[in-house]
């Protein structure tokens, strides 16, 4: 795992640093964030078998690198994001993360005017503080840091506008306890699972 995330690193630094002579765009990505945590059979999980989606959004500055001789693009970003769980009756977590996305993006058709996109890759996130609306949990003890990988697709109209739809699974668990009714459930296995919506503007 080491090995593939150092490897991944450095196919990016690299393809950076072809794209440093073409035409960087700088932008902001706005959206919606709809899912749940992916629970793995095996853990304490059932005892939040009640699982609901959990809704948020998300906002932040995002960066075009071209990769010349390709018609591919390379997407960096850095999001304010909402992520959680919400549980029928018990009320939901809500915890705000840093999410770091880098994509590869290929584009079919004339992105002046009208072209469609494909894009994948990993991401990296820093939890920073979280909230619960409900004291039937006593504590939901996230993991700070969070990796995983994430795939999309959308379309991109007039150059400067995309629209897109992105799903993102977490590859590490991100929760370490839930403590409820006095009660500590050590082994709860979740991984964020998130359906994104995003409407981004360019600046050239």
Known sequence: MKKSIVLAVLVIISALSLSSNAQVRFGIKAGLNTGSNIADAASDASILSKEDNYNGFLIGPTAEFPIPLTGASIDLSALYSQKGIAFKDFGKASVSYLDIPVNFKYKFGSPKILALYLAAG????????GKFTNDEFSNIDYKKLDVGANA???????????????????????????STDGVNFNNVDYKNGLWSITLTYFLK
């Open 122 to 129: 990993p991401y990296v996130s820093y939890a920073f503080s």
């Open 152 to 178: 999309g697709f959308g379309v991109q109209l007039l150059n400067n506008i995309q629209a897109g739809a992105n799903y993102s699974f977490g590859l590490a668990k991100n929760v370490a306890q839930v």
